[in-house]
């Protein structure tokens, strides 16, 4: 049985990471079919909406997640990348610059998890290690807006 927060938001998680799969594959004309995709799969209507809101958070903002992970992923392009490998980073890069109420850790936790479970034997600790240093830019930029803020 499922309970908490914790295991709906993992659901919606890999729910996201499924839509934004789908969407890499078939383009942005899926995403007026999502809802029906998230409400047939998701075992709720709450699980439903956070999965809809990250997948679209996510393909709105695909230019500026796809830059970071493409400065982070040393001698790859990202057309080289998985599919499952790029959506599951696609999501983890959007959830680290956008929404800093889950924090960087879970995030991270997460991403390996379903990298785990969807991705290939390597795919965990490559999304681990780009995520790490996505994380990194992210901070420093976070710190470098912080300190011109100051300076103003």
């Not at 908490?4 to 990471?17: I, P, Y």
């Not at 924090?103 to 965990?124: H, M, Q, R, W, Y």
Request: proline fraction near 2%.
């Amino acid at each position: 049985m499922k309970h908490g927060n914790f295991d709906s938001r993992t659901e919606a998680r890999e729910l996201a990471m499924q839509a934004l799969y789908q969407l890499d594959i078939q383009g942005t004309g899926l995403l007026e079919l999502l809802g029906e995709f998230f409400i047939e799969y998701a075992t709720n209507k709450n699980v439903a909406t956070l999965a809809s809101e990250w997948t679209r958070g996510t393909w709105n903002n695909l230019e500026i997640c796809d830059e970071l992970i493409s400065t982070s992923i040393i001698k790859w392009k990202m057309s080289r990348l998985a599919t499952v490998d790029r959506s599951t980073l696609r999501l983890s890069v959007y959830q680290l610059k956008f929404c800093p109420d889950i924090p960087p850790k879970v995030v991270i936790n997460e991403a390996i998890e379903l990298a785990k479970k969807f991705g290939t034997d390597k795919s965990s600790a490559f999304v681990n290690g780009v995520l790490d240093a996505v994380l990194k830019k992210i901070s420093s930029e976070t710190q470098d807006q912080k300190d011109g803020a100051k300076q103003a």
